[in-house]
């Protein structure tokens, strides 16, 4: 119940952001402010609806160090955007014509910041988390991938390969991110980063929903695992492999750090309950594991 639940909060905020910045599409005033406030409610909302259903304080998504958090994911993310736009631009796939729009980029702005947070307390706040609970880190993590890819088959300019191309880059990226950092702070930046590099800064298709009008005026060409092609740059392989390394990047760190939860690991909320004093969920584990390590070692 408290999966529903969790899921039509989240998802009733993201659906009436959504319709209210589409209702203002061409003001880029409006488009900024209720993006931003469509990202507070998303964020607000979110540990609101956790408090209640899971009684506890939703750490994941704290004000402990929230700016940092949120400040590295988005260098991660645009970092990352700019390198696959240079290795296009390189092979000659990327062309910048001139100066785009400001304002539109300001409009963005806030267009992507409720997109990143509301997909991300949506996905990986909501349906990983809880999935992962029961199936653990690697089943959570393969198949909300695929249902993240699976949701951008219904962009404009959508295919086979740029859904396929998004759950690999995308899905299970943000996921090993979460899972590495036991926040979401810094998978909301780095989706963030990501699609305002896009959009807002190289101003080409973001996830097949058309060209983009950011701070350049640019174009793309060259065949589709070059450019991306109507997808826009996210369905080009480099793009992919950009993906897969931060993915096994994020992975590696997360086991290093013990963070992975295995299959039969778990069998209930490895959340702790307001009653016990914590700072991160796996530490318990951690100790425990310790314990009887030592325990053996006496004995």
Known sequence: MRFVKQLLAVAAVALVGGQSIAAVEG???LTLVIGAVT???GVVVY????????RREPIELGPDGWGRKLGRGTLIGFAMFAAVIANIAFLGGYHVEGWGSPTRA????????????????LFRGVLFRIIEERTGTWVALALTGVVFGAMHLVNPDASLWGATAIAIEAGFMLAACY????NLWVPIGLHFGW???AGGIFSVAVSGNGQSKGLLEASTSGPVALSGGAFGPEGSLYAVLAGVVLTVVFL????????IIPRSGISRSPWPSPSRRWSRPWIGRVRSSATSRTARTTR
């Open 252 to 259: 590696w760190l997360a086991k290093r750090r013990g963070r």
């Open 47 to 54: 540990r609101w609806v956790v408090r209640r259903t899971e």
């Open 106 to 121: 300001l409009g963005l702005l806030g267009l992507m910041a409720a997109v990143a947070v509301t997909e991300e307390v």
């Open 27 to 29: 003001s880029f005033f």
């Open 39 to 41: 990202a507070v409610l």
């Open 179 to 182: 899972t590495a950092t036991r």
């Open 195 to 197: 699609n305002f590099a």
